[in-house]
């Protein structure tokens, strides 16, 4: 088989696809998965028959449910159409399915369900109760490990890995990237979870970044360069846990650091990256940190207004500018 | 009486009185200073003792808060049981589930601290079920408190939807924490929810343990013949209250005259006088069985408070599977 070229979305279905052949306890539950508005498990029940379930409307429920799938046997995907509709899950997610192992005392209680969920903003005016980047909430759950690939290679890879693995995964999608094209590897690869990538490598100021607002700070690096300034950019891939190492070692060589993120500031995931360069990184900075992420706002619903208090490339560009 | 064997029955009514003596014993140590929080199954024997009783031991149990009953009913040791609410590595959690127990051999699939997330879990341990082509069922206990919680609704339907081999079990014992549920419950009956998800329902006097089995196991065939869940209301009263907290605070929002005329139907009383009355057991061999499970909690109670407690690092383990 030769390399091929397809979308994120693409990615994803072919990896869902290579999932359940090769494993039959793979099963896919969610709203509307059999035409499926993001195309991402479109068409999967002519081939994998009742082991795609369209579900009520009921995100708790459905998500309740693939825990206990999971519980008994199942690998279970469960989509969640919109990050918004996550704090309907809340608790199938983040008290059952992220608590369940520990609280049984571990053994054989084991829970390996993926949880895939599209969101972000998307200039169509969706607005805050579809278009929010809530991947942040999760990353404060011990028990979780929580994805936002950016490109179809990963969406791929890491997909597969967290299927394959034997603990609740939240993987968020971000509904920009799904046209997104790019060269996946022919056959069966897979991509570790916990480890970042450097997209392009810089001397000066380190840009940490994942998802669609990856994208942007690429093109804010790009820019950065036409005027001298040569940005490292990390792709982080796996929010948790967090690849410190790759992070640090960063930072020691360019001694500044600007994260870009779509979620809101306070108590995001540039916060914590933050954090921790300066819990163990303090002394190779040589400016402060700079945060860029949404302003503290609701996300208009309109398609006129809904970009305003999204992180743009030109956020990106002037915060690494205020470092120099 | 019905066609119930003799041996079934005296199992039930032995796991009733270990149960009994369990719980009070729970209560001795709480009064002593040590730290469980029991909600007391005294009074509510019955149905769980009755319900797990119909079960194979490949079967399921998701449990609630309310009592210790579907564990001791679906095997577990005391000992084991006593060790867990301790917080002592020996417990069936090693110590980290405290009163959430669960035991996988047994197939007690853990109990929830948050009220009704265990209704779609239960919905899809008989999805896995059936799309494993097995033939085990799920029992699912829940409190009326919980019969209000949305997951109710969302689990239902999805049982329903998916003809799950789940049997559904409200004990309603009309009070949720301090709260009677006529002021909380838009319907008396319970049950009669079951009606919006199509599932069919049946109401039995709680404190009854013969009747307790017949229907679950009734509920217990049909799911397993694939015809879907069912949903039993038993009712029944809590005779300690919420927990060792409003034990004796009867007065604070219920009125002694009413947990007096609900001792009168005391279950364990009322199977033990059944059984003599159909001639099935003498009241010395009926004795001997109350002998023995005070012998046994005496012992569970020796080996839980030997048990060592768990170390930090035995703790801190099991966030994740390694594996």
New interface residues.
Partial sequence: MAAREMTYAEALREALREEMARDERV?IMGEDVKINVWTVTRDLHKEFG??V?N??L?E???????????????R?VVEIMYHDFTLYAA??IA??AAK???????????VPIVFRVAGGGSSGGSGCHHGQSLEATFIHF??L?VIFPSNPYDAMGLLKTAIRD??PVVFFEHKLCYPIKGVVPAGDYTVPIGKAEVRREGKDVTIVSYAYTLHKALKAANQLAEEGIEAEVIDLRTLRPIDTECILKSVQKTSKLVTAEEGTKMGGVGAEIAAIVAEEGLQYLDAPIKRVAAAEWIIASSAYADQMGIPQADDILKAVKELF | MPAIEKDTLLKIYSNMVRLRVFDDKVNLLVESGIRITQHSTRGQEATQIAATAALEPTDYVMPYHRGWGWAIGKGMDPKILLSELMGKGTGCCAGKGGVHIADWKLRIMGRPGVQAAHIPIAAGVGLSIKLRKAKDVVLCFFGDGASNEGNIHEGMNLAAVWKAPVVFICENNLYALFTPNIETTSVQDIADRAQGYGIPRAIIDGNDAIAGYEAVKQAIDRARAGLGPTFIEAKTYRIHGHTAMDRFHLGGYRPKEEVDEWEKKDPVKRLREGLMEIRMATAQELDEIGQKAKEEIEEAEKFAKESPYPTREDILRDVYCEA
């Fill in positions: 099963i009742d082991r379930i579900c009520p009921s708790s429920g459905f998500s309740g449910a693939g825990v206990g799938a999971a519980l008994t046997g199942m279970p608790d199938s008290n059952q369940y192992r520990y609280m049984c005392g571990g053994g054989d209680f084991k011990p028990g490990k034997n603990n």
